[in-house]
């Protein structure tokens, strides 16, 4: 199994021997990540209903660490990583990755199936899928059909691609010019394409094989966009918009099966405890580092955020602390 939470989906997989999806879901998280979690796991334990085990369970995305620790968790591993194979799971001779997910954007070169390169933009958010959200919500166009009216364009409107407040302006002025819907949205695509390869692949060789994928990639008029700035075939897999939790499920099991070890999976019902996440500034340093504390009524289960691992290293005697119920030695 692979559950990758984002700041705007979860998606829950379950890969089988060969590593062929056998079920999937892709949910927007609307702020409730653990319940989204929920309903995923849930679904798939009716899809299971006894045909088949969980022999291995991986997180990544944002919300890894704390979906990895709710779960039990044999894998946590970040985005690239896992994007990567999954991609070459796929396409063995892929060359370069585009990712545009809900509020953050990547590319990753491949060379020989290993990752030499990567850049990640996780700043602005002009390209990204919560932005065409945002312009496909403005102009009451949904977002299902927003990339299929930029390939009725006649005209290649210039939009300012490189910040979502100019970007949403130049659109707003260009509908004051007279400009249709779909014009104005190939411009968009374009513009926020040369963006996106002007940030993360300034100084960078792309080669293709192109594969793109995350949430964007269902847009057409951004694909289409790609084909035209690479002048190349952009590869979109069936899968798409899961490939982060196919990766993550295909490395917990190749590491399960490498260690000869049993899942530390919790089991289906391992969210239907209450979780109470905290956090704290640590001063013993000048980091500063926010810590952050994942609680049930009895324990904590989870600490991360230091960068020195003293308050990770020390998760015994803050739990001891817990039980004497003496938080001003946890703070």
Known sequence: MGIDVGSVSVNVVAVDERNRI??????RTNGQPLEIIRRGLNNL?????GEYEVAGIGTTGSGRELAGTIVGADVIKNEITSHAVATMDEVPDVRTIFEIGG????????????????????????GTGSFLDHQAERLNIPIEVFGDLALQSDNEVRIAGRCTVFAESDMIAKQQYGFSKPDIINGLCIALVRNYLNNLGRSKRLEPPFVFQGGVAANKGIVAAFEKEMRHEI???????????KGIAIIAKEYLHTKGIKTRFKGFDSLELTFKPSSFI??????NCEVVMIKTEKEIIAIWGDK????????????????????????
């Open 235 to 245: 590869i979109v897999l069936p899968d798409f918009n899961v490939m982060g939790a």
């Open 103 to 126: 509020q953050d954007s990547k590319i990753i070169l491949i060379k020989d199936q290993m990752v030499v390169d990567f850049a990640m933009n996780t700043v602005c958010a002009a």
């Open 22 to 27: 056998i079920f999937k879901t892709y949910d």
């Open 308 to 331: 020195c691992g003293k308050w990770k290293n020390q998760k015994d005697r803050l739990l001891e602390d817990m039980r004497n119920k003496d938080k001003n030695k946890v703070y």
């Open 282 to 287: 640590c001063h013993d340093c000048s980091n």
């Open 45 to 49: 334990y009716r899809f299971i209903d």
